[in-house]
């Protein structure tokens, strides 16, 4: 088995965490800009819709806090929900509610009480406070317990690492979670950063593949041209310090945010390598990296391989190159593993179904009020007729139920591997204002060529293959040698052993 092959096999098990990313959960289907036919308030200048660079306002406790703006996402929040969440009407009582929970949560985990604390005599009274927030004229009555819950706030010590912003998004994060959709939600600044990250291809860090599920990070591999392998990191390179810090007990998505930083910057990891005796520190400069979408190689079968991490906004582009590079070598047949891509931008998803279909739809995009957008296969597609295997697991989700759902109805392959994650429905993010992260609202669903809605039951793959911990410990991928052993048959190829 070839590195490419090993690495796609640990890929394909989803234990590895991209450092790229800080987290793996990409989730989802987003919409790449905002579409014409949502409302075009939405474009108002009032509602920043590009993510920023501009890091966060954090205003310590005790600090001076202008209440207007430090509600102001809040409220963006409220109204966005309230105008393009997919179900409507809204449960405004219930919202409300959940915004109250999150600052107690957040006042709790701060050591205070607010049904038991005593309120000085100057903090202001609710009606006041729910004023200067901005909180709109027909919404200040069911606030009020919230602004109630807010003077507990001004009881608060000062402290490190608790901001009045920290509060606001705990409120914000707990009122969008009462909508019971997984897929509808605040996104903090960090995690908004990291999002972008994923689908932009780009980031801050060193450039390596990490198992953070351990102990302690493990290196998959070094990117190639990246710091990481400039600095000889070694596939197995367990990671027990950051600058100095002992990594025991740390969790593995916490110690990738110490290694992430900015281009130019220096980090140090101590490194311990089977085969030597004693640890021994890494000192790495943190450079811009590019994270391709798209992995590609020939097995020894003469079988094309190609591998979707991501549906970014490069992924169309470097499929094609990709494509065009393998079929040069004329393969008998193609596979196309989308397990554990958790998704990425709907246009992208139209794109690269349409490397593989001659005509017809890709998917329907249904809205709220019943209306719908039809997704046409667009034209020059260089992948129509190859012999196709599509591999799937229940880590493929939303852009890649996309395209596994439009290969399945079109009887254009089989999909080969375990039920995808069954997520039919369609994201719209949109920052929010004073850098405070960003809303991500479910606007509308998809429905696969067929009409077939996936939501929560998945595509379920024309031949099933599991793929075990076992398979994983002992190297092999069962999955992708059936995806072999199909291609083979189809094109009535005979392997000589």
């Known amino acids: 088995m070839s590195d490419k092959r090993t690495l796609s096999v640990i890929l394909g098990c989803g234990v590895v965490a991209m450092l790229c990313l800080g987290v793996v959960l990409v989730g989802g289907l987003v919409l790449q800009q905002i579409r014409t ?16 660079s501009v890091p966060p306002t954090e205003t310590p406790l005790g600090a001076q806090v202008n209440l207007g703006t430090l509600f102001t996402p809040f409220w963006e929040s409220w109204r966005l929900l309230h105008e393009y969440y997919v179900r409507q009407p809204l449960d405004d009582t219930a919202m409300m ?18 049904e038991t604390v005593a309120i000085p005599s100057n903090v202001q009274p609710a009606e006041t406070l729910s004023a200067q927030a901005g909180t709109p004229e027909g919404l200040r009555q069911l606030f009020l317990p919230f602004w109630e819950t807010w003077q507990a706030v001004y009881t608060l010590e000062p402290r490190e690492n608790l901001t009045y912003e920290a509060l606001m998004r705990e409120a914000l994060h707990s009122m969008v ?47 190639e041209g990246s710091p990481a392998e400039a600095a000889g990191l070694q596939p197995g390179d367990v990671v027990i310090a950051v600058d100095g810090e002992d990594m025991t007990g740390v969790d593995g998505e916490l ?20 085969g030597v005796a004693e640890p021994f520190d890494v000192t790495l400069t943190r450079a811009r990296i590019t994270v391709p979408s798209v992995i590609g190689e020939m097995l020894d079968e003469d079988i094309a391989y190609v591998q979707l991490t991501t549906f970014g906004s490069d992924t169309a582009s470097e499929l094609r190159t990709t494509l065009n590079d393998l079929l040069s070598q004329d393969p008998i047949g193609l596979i196309l593993d989308i397990r ?39 034209e020059g597609g260089v992948a129509k007729d190859i012999p196709l295997i599509v591999l799937v697991n229940e880590g493929s989700a939303s852009a890649s139920e996309i395209l596994a759902g439009a290969i399945q109805d079109h009887g254009r392959g089989l999909l080969v591997g375990q039920t995808t994650f069954g997520k039919g429905s369609v994201q ?70």
């Open 340 to 378: 554990n891509n958790g998704g990425g931008y709907l246009d992208t998803a139209v794109q690269v179904t349409s490397e593989f279909l001659t005509q017809g739809v890709v998917l329907y995009e249904e809205y709220g009020d019943g209306t719908r957008d039809t997704h046409q296969v667009l």
């Open 37 to 52: 036919s949502l409302p075009e308030a939405l474009l108002s200048p009032s509602d920043p819709v590009e993510p920023t």
């Open 428 to 497: 719209l993010p949109i920052a929010l204002s004073n850098s405070q992260g960003a809303l991500r609202i479910t606007v509308a669903r998809w429905l696969t060529p067929n009409e077939r809605d996936i939501s929560t039951q998945g595509l379920q793959p024309d031949v099933a293959v599991e793929f075990t911990e076992e398979d994983f410990d002992a190297g092999q991928d069962p999955q992708l040698d059936k995806a072999v052993e199909l291609l083979l048959a189809l094109t009535g190829v005979t392997v000589n052993n």
């Open 97 to 114: 509610q959940g915004a109250q929970e999150g600052l107690i949560e957040g006042l709790s985990q701060a050591g205070v009480n607010p």
């Open 177 to 223: 979670e009462t909508l019971g959709d997984p897929h509808t939600a605040y996104m903090t600044p960090y995690e908004y950063q990291q999002v972008n990250s994923s689908l932009e291809g780009e980031y801050e860090g060193i450039g390596v593949w990490m198992d953070a599920t351990g102990e302690y990070l493990t290196v998959v591999a070094p990117m």
């Open 255 to 274: 110690v990738i945010q110490r290694v992430l930083g900015p281009e130019g910057t220096q980090v140090v990891l101590t490194i311990r390598r089977e």
